[in-house]
């Protein structure tokens, strides 16, 4: 049934691995990851109204409102592909930080397209809102499914993980601005010679051991990005000297990641790390398990 408002939460993810297979002949890149999703959210509100066209505001001056913004182009594509009436209000309120790697900007396209299907019954499937996610960026299929899942492909073959992660997080974004595309053309000249235990990455999360998880996080674009930002590189140290069980970055960075034991540990971390790094965000987060696998 389709209701006229709607209110989400668009959730953060990290990478607990990362690989990349090959470079495609399109140029995008084959990749295997494990993505996590995380309890760090942005909410998006959509309004439907009378008025054709589409708005969008946003509590972040930094972020575009026009065509460039994700949720943007995400719905235009439903207007377009549905021929649908009127126009539409989009409302983002942002505390995922932009240029992260945390899928922040996916995360607001996923939240745009589920909240366009309930809002106006669109007959889309799982299965179709992840092909009009891809359309948009290789993070939002995943972002629209949600949980833990193996990526493929270009991010858009997702299989569901049952997995038992019992760890607080703690992220920790430098300054710097990292170019994504900077970033693979710079490991598509010195591809790694190492890559990620995945399968053991899997058996860890089954099973919930929690040794085994931190000591399999790995993230190819990470020396990459490191060679450019020294300062990832101080970030997941001291990370690991508060505590941390592993630390990684995510993405193509620059955010690094920590996993804690417990909250109390990683809420201290948190309050050590804001004043080595007070430009830095900071934020201790929980992954989201989802039990529906």
Same mark, same amino acid.
């Given at each position: ?56 505001t946003c509590n972040a001056p930094d ?30 309120? =942002?505390?995922?930080?932009?240029? #992260?790697?945390? /899928?922040?900007? *996916?995360?607001?396209?996923?939240? @745009?397209?589920?909240?366009? +299907? ?40 997702l299989t569901p993980v049952p997995a ?15 170019s994504t595309k900077a970033v693979y ?52 140290? =001291?990370?690991?000297?508060?505590? #941390?069980?592993? /630390?990684?970055? *995510?993405?193509?960075?620059?955010? @690094?990641?920590?996993?804690? +034991? ?32």
């Amino acid at each position: 049934m389709a209701v006229s408002e709607i209110t989400l939460s668009a959730h953060a993810k990290v990478n607990l691995t990362l690989d990349i297979l090959q470079k495609r002949p399109d140029g995008y890149h084959e990749v295997r990851m494990i993505m996590q999703e995380l309890a760090l959210s942005d909410t998006v509100t959509l309004r439907k109204t009378e008025v054709p066209g589409i708005t969008l505001t946003c509590n972040a001056p930094d972020v575009p409102t026009d065509a460039r913004n994700l949720c943007v182009k995400a719905a235009l594509n439903l207007f377009e592909r549905f021929s649908l009436p009127g126009g539409l209000e989009i409302s983002l309120t =942002k505390k995922i930080p932009a240029a #992260a790697g945390l /899928a922040g900007g *996916s995360a607001d396209a996923a939240a @745009v397209l589920q909240g366009m +299907r309930t809002c106006y019954d669109l007959p889309l499937t799982d299965a179709g809102l992840y092909a009009e996610g891809k359309k948009i960026g290789a993070d939002v299929p995943f972002c629209i499914l949600g949980g833990t899942a193996v990526s493929e492909g270009i991010g858009e073959i997702l299989t569901p993980v049952p997995a038992v992660l019992d760890f607080t997080v703690l992220l920790v974004k430098p300054r710097a601005a990292v170019s994504t595309k900077a970033v693979y053309e710079a490991y598509d000249e010195k591809p790694s010679e190492t890559h990620p235990d995945t399968e053991g990455m899997l058996e860890a999360l089954r099973t919930g051991d929690a040794p085994g998880i931190a000591l399999r996080l790995e993230n190819v674009l990470e020396p990459v990005t490191l060679a450019m930002h020294p300062e990832i590189g101080e970030i997941r140290k =001291k990370l690991l000297s508060l505590g #941390a069980s592993g /630390a990684r970055m *995510s993405g193509s960075g620059p955010t @690094v990641f920590g996993l804690f +034991r417990e909250r109390e540990a990683a809420e201290h971390a948190a309050e050590e790390m804001k004043k080595i790094f007070p430009d830095a965000f900071t934020a201790v987060t929980e992954a989201v398990i989802k039990d529906t696998v």
